[in-house]
């Protein structure tokens, strides 16, 4: 059974920086896609960023500030967080699939790190 366990999340001033870790319990990067979501608080649940063998795609809201990486050796993807803004403040969710959506319907999730700024 795949898991996503997310980690690296925390409290951090605006300006600063963070970087977020998604472990997966195998190696998946060759056929999935893999993704960030957040959701803040009375808000519905957005893409960050998202990985897969062609490329990187990042959310308007983060381009130029939010990083997305892989390790294949260590089975795991990272979000790279700088110049935080108090907008980035939510719940922040690894996401896997075959599919590269920029929505929500992805078919493993880990259960969130919380990110506030």
């Known amino acids: 059974q795949v898991q996503l366990v997310e980690s690296g999340g925390g409290s951090v001033q605006a300006g600063g920086s963070l970087r977020l870790s998604c472990a997966t319990s195998?190696?998946?990067?060759?056929?999935?896609?893999m993704g960030w979501f957040r959701q803040a608080p009375g808000k519905e649940r957005e893409g960050v960023a998202r990985?897969?063998?062609?490329?990187?795609v990042y959310a308007d809201s983060v381009k130029g500030r939010f990083t997305i990486s892989q390790d294949d050796a260590k089975n795991t993807v990272y979000l790279q967080m700088d110049n935080v803004k108090p907008e980035d403040t939510g719940v922040y969710y690894c996401?896997?699939?075959?599919?590269?959506?920029?929505?929500?319907?992805?078919?493993?999730w880990g259960v969130g790190t919380q990110v506030t700024v």
């Open positions: 990985i897969y063998s062609g490329g990187q």
């Open positions: 195998t190696y998946m990067f060759g056929s999935y896609c």
């Open positions: 996401a896997a699939d075959r599919v590269c959506s920029p929505v929500g319907n992805y078919t493993y």
